[in-house]
Each structure stands twice: as C-alpha cells, then as structure tokens.
T-cell receptor, first 117, second 111 residues
Framework: GAVVSQHPSRVICKSGTSVKIECRSL??????MFWYRQFPKKSLMLMAT?????????EQGVEKDKFLINHASLTLSTLTVTSAHPEDSSFYICSAMGRLSSGNTIYFGEGSWLTVV | GENVEQHPSTLSVQEGDSAVIKCTYS??????FPWYKQELGKGPQLIIDIRSNVGEKKDQRIAVTLNKTAKHFSLHITETQPEDSAVYFCAASFTGNQFYFGTGTSLTVIP
C-alpha cells in the first residue's frame, strides 16, 4: 500500500518553543493532507485539512495561529506547534489522500508523540 | 453532515473466535467505507475497504459487509489471533474528499 512518512516520531520540547512535524507521501502525490490529534484511548480529532498551494482549513476550536500548517508541495505538509505548552502534549497524526484505481482513500502516517516540558 | 457511530467501544474475544464490529452512518450519499487498524503508539493502517456498489468484500480472515438500506457496515475478523488486538476505526466518505470516522473499537484477543 501507499506510504506516508511522518517525522519526528517522538519529540520533547520546552514550554514556549516551537516544534515542526513533517508529513510526506512517499510514493504518491497528495493534493490533500489531514492533521489529527489523538488523546490516549480516544478517537482521531481532525484539526485541519491541508490543500497543496492554499491555506489550510481548520476545524472549529483549533487555533490556526498556534497550529501552523503548510502544504508547499504535493508530497509534503508540515504542522508547526508554536509557543508550545504542556497541554499541547499529544499524539499528532497526519494522513494523505491518495488515489486507488477505484477512487480516493486515506493513508495515515505513523504519528508523532509531542511532549512539552 | 455525516455522522458515524461505531459499536462496541471495547470487545474481548478468545483466540480463534470471531469478532464483529459494526458502524452506522447517517448520510445515504456516502459511498466509500474504509476500515483502519491502529496498534498502540502507531498511526492507523488501512486494512480493508468497501464501496457502495458491492455488498461484501473479503481478504483472508477479514471481511466487510455493507447494508445500504439500513446504512450500516460491519467488519468481521475470523479465527482471531493475539496480533489482531488493536483499535479499529471505521470511516464513511461521499466524495472521497472528506472522511468521517467512528469513535473506535478496542479489540483484545485473549490467548
């Protein structure tokens, strides 16, 4: 199946600093990528939809100035958590929309654990 | 918009038994239904999917059935093994541009 790579898999940062997470589609072009946040034993919470070459669409309640999303190419989207605080600690997952012969589907990255200390 | 409900939230089965997870959706226009398996600390992986033009699809021990009239679809895992233990998510999509996820089912296969 299609591969979506997410980096870093784990990151620890200090309060007040920013951290960037990358999401790459390795073997297909993804015009649309999604960013999720997942709390322990909870479902996926969609944060934003990222379209190549345009501004991301954020879900209600997600601060766009805090969670900066850039989708500069058809294979790369980045999520930057700015001025991180301990409550931003979470598991962040990206996904990329890829096309099967039968239609579109979503492939997920491996996720990134963010710990803010 | 679409609303996807998933049941049960937790499921424990003996190794070798079957496991069934069910999802219902609200938008009759939805026509694509993928299932994902998420192991602890990892991202979800697509394991099987079905489109609305078929009623059933099977891949070895995994099968998915779709009832468009009742607007529900189910994941069936036969001959369960400990490595099947994970969280499973269903999803529904209409255009393939927006996906709505269920809340997940934590499956435990007891050896």
């Amino acid at each position: 199946g299609a591969v979506v790579s997410q980096h870093p898999s784990r990151v620890i940062c200090k309060s007040g600093t920013s951290v960037k997470i990358e999401c790459r589609s390795l073997d297909f072009q993804a015009t649309t990528m999604f960013w999720y946040r997942q709390f322990p034993k909870k479902s996926l919470m969609l944060m934003a939809t990222s379209n190549e070459g345009s501004k991301a669409t954020y879900e209600q309640g997600v601060e766009k100035d805090k969670f900066l999303i850039n989708h500069a190419s058809l294979t790369l989207s980045t999520l930057t958590v700015t001025s991180a605080h301990p409550e931003d600690s979470s598991f962040y997952i990206c996904s990329a929309m890829g096309r099967l012969s039968s239609g579109n589907t979503i492939y997920f990255g491996e996720g990134s654990w963010l710990t803010v200390v | 918009g679409e609303n996807v409900e998933q049941h049960p939230s937790t499921l424990s089965v003996q190794e070798g038994d079957s496991a069934v997870i069910k999802c219902t959706y609200s938008d009759s226009a939805s026509n694509y239904f993928p299932w994902y398996k998420q192991e602890l600390g990892k991202g979800p992986q697509l394991i099987i999917d079905i489109r609305s033009n078929v009623g059933e699809k099977k891949d070895q021990r995994i099968a998915v059935t779709l009832n468009k009239t009742a607007k529900h679809f189910s994941l069936h895992i036969t001959e369960t093994q400990p490595e099947d233990s994970a969280v499973y998510f269903c999803a529904a999509s209409f255009t393939g541009n927006q996906f709505y996820f269920g809340t997940g089912t934590s499956l435990t296969v007891i050896p």
